[in-house]
């Protein structure tokens, strides 16, 4: 039998749509839109390209690029060719990515006009990047000079060589944000993300008939392989946008009939405050989706409140997972309030502790999980792919509870539990203690080094505009209904917080700033 009658890869699965459903739009994005059948034939092309400058299967190939149309097409094109794809953080400094590009050992570098001096000036950082490719934008934008064209690689009419590809070929490596050493590039084969693909499809509901939104960054595997990647495996209609803000997601959600869309809590929360929110007509959008951090509660209802036609979903992993570990499903949003869920269909999910026992209901413990979406390891990193495995289980690093159904709460990361005072105290629980004042719209509770309390727990507050609110009245209200060494210690209000271009919360910047 020839291998190629059993193959089941990432850039298969756009072919097979194409098969299915030929005329249908695949992707907009701006001026841009492409169908089924045009998708796929492009893809092919750029990987003949790709093929005729001398990238070979196996190689990384490295991505520092915005979302758009380009990024869509250069995803599958690597995947048909074999290569395995590198997406870079667009927000990280050159030395960052540098520090990226050395370790995956990548000598191709796709870049966008607004990104391609970082991209050059990391290059030069002592990598193997020996070419620079060009990618369209969302918006018009010129090749830049000394770059290789996207256009030129879709010109190809070259045949794309036979290229002998396994479901357990490696096919992409996803670093790690580098919260607490340097980052770790996650390595993830093509049937660790197509198992992830069928567990999105059946848990979150991912549908043909979709017509999705992808506004949060493509080089994150949440927007690339949860929601992008399973869509095309289905066949839906897909918008891209590099612009993850209310003005331009607001309109983008009326103009296009948008069914579909996923975003953190801080950008759901940027649209319930923004003015266009009420005079934007958003009847068509059916299913929202959220991760990255636990929706706090008050939000959560006023979501159920303001869009009460959205069926939501909370869906959580991590990297090393491709990324989908466990999901709450819409009937459960309220009788379930915080919960992370349970196991998706191709995930087991324990809450243990030190000794990988389980634990008692309601018992902080950690989340390990076993499936065939994880990675393989950690690419050139056997310490801690060793670590990360320990006891055969995959070691998540994020505490938690499970009830007596088996749903469980995430309380906290390891590195986030403030110890203080001689007790730990989880910050998302004061957190969701402080969104019940009616004055807050976001809020981090973060441990700062204090000489008696060695950390105390510390609140950072924006209000929402046009309200007022004051450190005597937070800690009246936190003392007033949880233990008062959980009750904040110290309250800083702030006119943002920093975000990340997931929507993640940086805790560590926050450290750094207000720590000193």
């Avoid at 492009?42 to 790709?50: F, H, N, S």
């Avoid at 953080?89 to 050159?94: E, G, P």
């Avoid at 493509?218 to 927007?223: G, P």
């Amino acid at each position: 039998m020839h291998p190629i009658t059993r193959r089941q890869t990432i850039a298969d699965a756009l072919r097979r749509s194409a098969l299915r459903r030929p005329a249908k739009t695949a992707i907009i994005c701006g001026s841009t839109s492409w169908t089924y059948a045009g998708f796929d034939a492009l893809v092919t092309r750029v990987a003949a390209g790709l093929s005729q400058r001398g990238v070979r299967p196996g190689d990384r190939v490295a991505v520092l690029a915005r979302n758009s149309h380009g990024f869509a097409a250069l995803r599958f094109a690597l995947a048909r060719l074999g290569a395995v794809l590198v997406p870079i953080n667009f927000m990280l400094k050159a030395d960052e990515v540098a520090y990226i590009l050395r370790h995956a050992g990548a000598e191709t570098l796709a870049t966008d006009s607004g990104l391609a001096d970082l991209a050059r000036a990391a290059a030069a950082l002592d990598t193997r990047v020996k070419e620079f490719l060009w990618l369209p934008s969302e918006d018009p934008s010129e090749p830049v000079a000394g770059m290789v064209s996207f256009d030129d690689l879709a010109a190809c009419d070259a045949p794309l060589p036979d290229v002998m590809l396994a479901s357990t070929d490696l096919a992409q490596i996803v670093y790690t944000s580098g919260t607490e050493s340097t980052p770790k590039g996650a390595m993830l084969t093509h049937d660790a993300v197509l198992w992830q693909y069928v567990s999105c499809v059946v848990d979150a509901a991912i549908a043909a008939d979709d017509l999705t939104l992808h506004a949060l960054p493509l080089y994150h595997c949440a927007q690339l392989d949860v929601f992008f990647g399973p869509a095309i495996y289905m066949g839906s209609t897909n918008v891209i946008t590099a612009k993850p803000v209310p003005d331009n997601l607001l309109p983008l959600i009326a103009r296009h009939g948008i069914t579909s869309f996923f975003a953190p809590p801080t950008v759901w929360i940027a649209l319930l405050r923004s003015p266009l929110f009420e005079t934007t007509d958003l009847s068509s959008l059916a299913k929202g989706y959220y991760g990255a951090s636990i929706m706090p509660v008050e939000v959560l209802r006023e979501l159920a409140a303001r869009l009460p036609k959205v069926r939501l979903w909370n869906l959580y992993g991590q990297t090393e997972i491709a990324p989908l570990a466990t999901m709450l499903g819409p009937d459960d949003q309220l009788r379930k309030p915080g919960s992370c869920g349970r196991a998706v269909l191709n995930v087991e999910t324990r809450v243990v502790d030190d000794q990988l026992r389980d634990v008692a209901v309601g018992e902080v413990g950690e989340i390990v999980h076993r499936s065939p979406h994880l990675m393989l390891g950690y690419f050139h990193d056997d310490a801690r792919t060793e670590a990360a495995f320990e006891g055969g289980w995959f070691h998540s690093g994020d505490l938690a509870t499970i009830d007596d159904e088996g749903f469980i709460t995430v309380v906290d990361r390891k590195k986030d539990m403030i110890k203080t005072g001689g007790e730990n105290v989880a910050s998302r629980e004061v957190e969701e203690m402080i969104y019940r004042l009616p004055q807050v719209s976001e809020v981090a509770v973060i441990g700062l080094p204090d000489p008696r309390w060695v950390e105390a727990v510390t609140a950072v507050i924006v209000v929402k505009a046009g309200q007022t609110l004051t450190e005597a009245e937070v800690i009246a209200h936190c003392t007033t209904h949880m233990a008062s060494f959980k009750s904040p210690k110290r309250v800083v209000f702030a006119d943002s917080l920093p975000k990340n271009p997931s929507g993640k919360l940086l805790k560590r910047e926050l450290r750094q700033v207000h720590g000193s």
